[in-house]
């Protein structure tokens, strides 16, 4: 029998809120998952899903639409709005967790600048 290298829907569920660590098999899915391409995007999508859920029993309650409003935006915004701000923090802790590398979370982004960054060294000398 091989080893499963993605996870099942109910292991997904739990890996992604946190309460679970895929298995060392799945440690390059992980890592594409936390680190890769849309990583950023994934993660606060799975935290604004969890928010409209946690508020969704608030738009069941007969009343206007001014009042939904009133229920639910003071939760939803700071939500989504801290899931955008710790986006890293997450993604390290999750990547620790896995026993990957936490710089992994800014690895696109240093191939990316490499260039840049090397101009910089040739012209004014590496940092110290």
């Known amino acids: 029998m091989t080893a499963r290298t993605h996870p099942n829907p109910l292991q997904f569920v739990a890996y992604c809120y946190g309460g679970y660590t895929l298995p060392t098999a799945m440690r390059e899915w992980v890592s594409n998952d936390l680190a890769g391409k849309g990583a950023a995007f ?19 309650i007969p009343t206007t639409p001014y009042a939904h409003a009133s229920m639910t935006l003071p939760i939803l915004i700071p939500f989504v709005y801290f899931s955008v701000a710790l986006n890293k923090v997450w993604r390290r802790h999750r990547l620790t967790m896995s026993g990957l590398d936490p ?3 800014d690895a696109r982004a240093r191939l990316r600048d490499a260039g840049e960054r090397r101009a910089y060294v040739e012209r004014y000398g590496p940092r110290k």
């Open 42 to 60: 994934r993660s606060v999508l799975r935290f604004t899903v969890l928010a409209v859920l946690l508020v969704a029993p608030f738009l069941l």
């Open 103 to 105: 710089d992994l979370v």
